[in-house]
């Protein structure tokens, strides 16, 4: 499949994938012409990096966290460390929201005592 198959079958422009592959999270072989040929699993692989990228991940994680998944599926065993490290982020994004909550609720405060 050709750079814009690719595009048209999972509504990511050409830029990007062409993005994704100079990160090193998409493949595509070279035909003789220099076009791009992706292989028949290239839209799911397109699907996960925009599913991991949606709730925030850097390409240079995700690049980690594709080989893991693995073609068979999940494969949590096998990036222990990964797993770890993911579950670090997490628990940091949700001390970070507690103290936004915290803080908007001051503010709230702040404005209901002193502006009501």
Not at 27 to 47: I, K, L, Q
Not at 83 to 105: G, Y
């Amino acid at each position: 499949m050709r750079i814009g198959e690719l595009s048209r079958a999972t509504g990511v422009s050409t830029r990007s994938l062409r993005y994704y592959e100079q990160q090193g999270i998409l493949t595509s072989e070279r035909r003789a012409n220099g076009y791009r040929d992706y292989g028949p699993g290239a839209p799911e692989v397109v699907f996960r990096i925009r599913a991991l990228l949606a709730i925030g991940l850097p390409t240079d994680r995700i690049r980690d966290i594709l080989p893991c998944e693995g073609a068979a599926g999940r494969q949590p065993e096998a990036c222990s460390t990964l797993l770890a490290n993911i579950r670090e982020i997490r628990d940091s994004v949700s001390a970070q929201a507690a103290e936004l909550s915290r803080t908007s609720d001051a503010l709230t405060h702040y404005l209901s005592e002193n502006f009501a």
